[in-house]
């Protein structure tokens, strides 16, 4: 099984506890044993690994399981003509590849795999008993065997693995191609990432480097005005430079739909299709139909739409209701706060005070404004929202606010009470390098100082076990034990919404707010932003390839509600802008 799972790769695992019994597995009605032999009867490759913190089940698939798999579960998949068909395993050479010429996505993967697992169900004609380390329980006719497990707890978790063997050299690849390839600044191999982790992430990272890029062209502009006496033009030169953000800001945003639909394209990724066949095949069913059935089908159509309708409204009442209690929060709470920080700053007469001020404000306030974000958590889940999505999108305009509140305050009490302009940009500068250099020490520093705990109390627990820690030492021997341990790519605020890229694209936010709003009172702002960014590529990949578990993969067609936060901080542009005159 291991030179099969060597040919595939290891994608999957199954977290079970230690047993207390000394005798190691169980008998016939064993439930790990059962499942083992039932993940092998649905065509997975399976390797047990007895590591210090628990057990693994590791998972590989061939190509013909996931096939299968696909076709059972009537996945539709983009043809060579242009349509999205029904998966057909005889009719393989008719389906698009991947970028990496492989079959099946990332995301498809993750999918099958979760249904071939969890579709292990009890298919007797009664109640199956199972046991797990001298414990019994009972799994239900057509009851999934997996789930059972895990509300009994004898499955601790199911994560995706860091590609083992075959795909740990698509991990490598990566990490020179892209992690430690500082040289080439912002290129990206976009497709390894998409086939990789997935489309969410890879569409992330293509727009962390397109406006990188971009960023380039006002830098470069911000830093001929900083360099350069203009003498009488001086007064000509600002607003050439404001009109010139304005239009790079609309430019930027429009080649970047563009190149979304281009990737999507590429990726073989066709929403738009889709829906179009269901809206057909619906109308199709329609007009099959005889004249009573039409009839009573409106009246019903009527009621459904009033009830949608009745839903819509209070759903919206509710997201207002709670938009107020944030801002009236924000008000409340948080205001004060950040003004007597800007008043302290004005007050404080050395610049190193000052940078150790804005050091303890912004390491202060990422945990002041994370009460704010779990009470918009709380909110959401009373609100009428249509989905997961429309939950995410809603709790990232909530953050947002609190973030851009607690952001900028303090900038425009210098711009609007004092109009000082040496104050504002000395606040700029100490702002930009600080919340860098902080920001990335906390975002990188964090996540190895987890693995590492968790890495000390599992070996600690261990040796504590044996009862003596003289003798052979205990190590973590195997890598799926060192996967276990790292932390999950998840949002530091309403993880169950959203994944990590929520705190990524947060931060892209509040920076593009920054420089859009205060690029006229200092120019070179741009050049703090790009220089961060260029880092921030590679830091990211890194943090993905090593530090951090294998992302579950998310679909997603383009960075969502993201986009109107950003198009929305370019306009506030305008009117600060006519605040500095």
Known sequence: MSERGAETGFEMAIVVPKRKEKEGYGGGDDCVDFLVRELEKAGLIVERVVGVPAEFIKLAAPIETLGRAAAELQMKKLTYIGMELQFEWDQVAAFVRQPDGSLFSWCERFNLFHYLMYGIVNKTDSELMLKFDGEEFLVERNESVLRRMEAEGFVKEVFPLHGLLTYEVKRKQLLRNWAFNYLDFTWQPIDEIYSYFGTKIATYFSFLGMYTRWLFFPAAFGLAMQLIDFGPLQLFVLPAFFIFIISWAVFFFQFWKRKNSALLARWGINYTLSEYKAIGTEMSSFTRMDTDVEKKLDIYKMIEKSKLQRDEWLGLLLRIRNNVIVVLAIICLQLPFELAYA???????????????TAGYLFAIQYYTRIGGKLSVTLIKYENNQGEESSAASLVYKVFGLYFM????GLFYHALLHRNFSTL????????????VLENLIENSIPYLKYSYKKYKAVHKKKHERGSSVGKPVRLSTRVEKEYLKPSYAASIGEELDDGLFDDFLELALQFGMIMMFACAFPLIFCFAALNNVTEIRTDALKLLVMLRR??????????????????????HIENFNIYL
Do not use: K
Not at 406 to 409: E, W
Not at 426 to 435: A, E, G
């Open 425 to 436: 940009r000395q606040v700029l500068i100490q702002r930009l390098i600080v919340s860098q």
């Open 343 to 357: 008043h302290l700053y004005e007050i404080t007469e050395t610049e190193v005070l000052r940078y150790v001020l």
């Open 406 to 409: 607690q952001s900028y305050i």
């Open 551 to 572: 992302p579950a993969p998310r679909a997603a067609a383009t960075i969502g509600a993201w986009l109107n936060i950003f198009q929305d901080d370019s306009t506030q």
